[in-house]
């Protein structure tokens, strides 16, 4: 992800002027916070990634919630056996891989057209998987559409081709779920996209001996570096998304402003029965599109993007469609809620008035 800001002069010919360096004085580098951070990250990372593989040792899924697994952050459990924390290894140094993948895919493209961004800032959270990814600020004009779309498209091509190949890597270390188990154990159902499904089916047609090949995914225990990979492809999906400010807005406005504003409001519209009927997550997205889509990049109408570029935004087209999953998380439809509020009010009601109803006999 990236954010860009300050207004740029949309005059053709002042694009057309070399700019081979940024104007004005860099800004302040702060490498201590990016340091401090990036440490932060190692550790939430290292310590649901060592819950993840305490889990996979004990044939439960990765997030599971059950009795028999790891707390959701098992702080205490760590400092209890800090060796332990090496357990965490893999996932921690695959998931933070591939974040770095992608926003250096967006850094480097910066450096490349002259423009200052930063180095990724790493947002750690103690959550189920330990990050909120990361993030570059962009701090000086882009110029052109050619840079806008090469910048937007550089960071989830980057971040893809490393999720495929962490998930090519890792789907064969997997193993079937026990039969005693069942595939509800885990409170946290995983919505598995397409790239999923191919990726079981070439590794069934090189290894027609695989013991997870031929079984439904949510009948796999997956190895804590696949549930990386997972968390990279639900990250491109997300940044991919057509509108507002995301990576695949940026991708859509430096084709076609105008069809950018409509694709924008047509993805909100479609995110909102997405989730109704599948998970309630979208909503969230629905709103944060239609909030960055009040602010919208200024960048030179000429020269057009074209030629090879335009392939290339047919392919971030084919990275979204194989990455997005309707349910990412679980089922969890809107409408379940709607009717739990429902009911809550409803009885709330009743109890009110039956007290009403008390007090009136008394």
Known sequence: MSELNSPIPSSTLEYYHALPEPVGPPPRKRYWLHGLLLVATCFTTLVTGARMQDNFAHNLPALSMSDDSAPLFPVGWIFSDPKGLLKGLPFAAAVMFFFLAHEMGHYLYCRRYGIYATLPFFIPMPTLIGTMGAVILI????????????????????????????????????????????????????????????????????????????????????????????????????????????????????????????????????????????????????????VSSLRRPQVSELPRVSGTRVGLALFALFMLVCTLSLAPLGRHPLREFGIDVWQALHDLVLFVRGVFQHWMRR
């Open 139 to 290: 701090r000086s004009p882009i110029r052109s559409r050619k840079a806008l779309f090469d910048i937007g498209i550089a960071g989830p091509i980057a971040g893809f081709v490393v999720a495929v190949a962490l998930l090519v890597l890792s789907l064969g270390w997997s193993k079937p779920m026990p039969a005693s188990l069942h595939p509800g154990v885990q409170d946290i159902e995983i919505g598995y996209p397409l790239i999923f499904q191919w990726i079981q089916g070439l590794l069934a047609a090189m290894n027609p001996g695989s013991t997870v090949a031929g079984l439904p995914l949510n009948r796999v225990v997956l190895h804590p570096v696949a549930i990386a990979a997972w968390v990279g492809m639900f990250a491109t999906a997300l940044n991919l998304l057509p509108g507002g400010q995301l990576d695949g807005g940026h991708i859509l406005y430096s084709i076609s402003p105008r069809v950018h504003w409509f694709v924008s409001r047509l993805a909100i519209l479609i995110l909102l029965p997405m989730a109704y009927y599948f998970w309630a997550g979208w909503l969230v997205w629905a709103i944060l599109l239609q």
